[in-house]
Nanobody, 115 residues
Framework: QVQLVETGGGLVQAGGSLRLSCAAS????????MAWYRQAPGKQRELVAHIVSGGSANYQDSVKGRFTISRDNAKNTLYLQMNSLKPEDTAVYYC?????????WGQGTQVTVSS
C-alpha cells in the first residue's frame, strides 16, 4: 500500500508559479509510475502529467511547455512545477500512484489562479 500527501497549493496571480510536492510512503516508490491529476468544479478529474520510474514524462496538451513533472526517488517525492499559470488551471490537484491495477490517491491540494 502507498500513502500520498500533497503540499504546495495556494493562491497565485495569472502568470505566476507554484510547485506542488507529493510525499509517498513505501519502499517501492522508485518503481511506480506516478501522475498528477486535477479536478475543477463541475468537471471530471483529468490527467495533467505522467512520469514513469525512469523519468520519461508526458503531458496534457494544455500544460505542455508550462508544467514540468519530476521525481526524486531517493526522497520518495513527486513534483509538479507550474509556470505561467492561467485562471483555467484552477483546480484541486491530486497525486496518483498506480500499482498494477490499483490506484492510490492523495487528499488533493487546491490551486487557485486569479486573473
Amino acid at each position: 500500500q502507498v500513502q500520498l500527501v500533497e503540499t504546495g497549493g495556494g493562491l497565485v496571480q495569472a502568470g505566476g508559479s507554484l510547485r506542488l510536492s507529493c510525499a509517498a510512503s513505501g519502499s517501492i516508490f522508485r518503481l511506480i509510475p506516478m501522475a498528477w491529476y486535477r479536478q475543477a468544479p463541475g468537471k471530471q478529474r483529468e490527467l495533467v502529467a505522467h512520469i514513469v520510474s525512469g523519468g520519461s514524462a508526458n503531458y496534457q496538451d494544455s500544460v505542455k511547455g508550462r508544467f514540468t513533472i519530476s521525481r526524486d526517488n531517493a526522497k520518495n517525492t513527486l513534483y509538479l512545477q507550474m509556470n505561467s499559470l492561467k485562471p483555467e488551471d484552477t483546480a484541486v490537484y491530486y497525486c496518483n500512484a498506480r500499482i498494477v491495477v490499483q490506484d492510490y490517491w492523495g487528499q488533493g491540494t487546491q490551486v487557485t489562479v486569479s486573473s
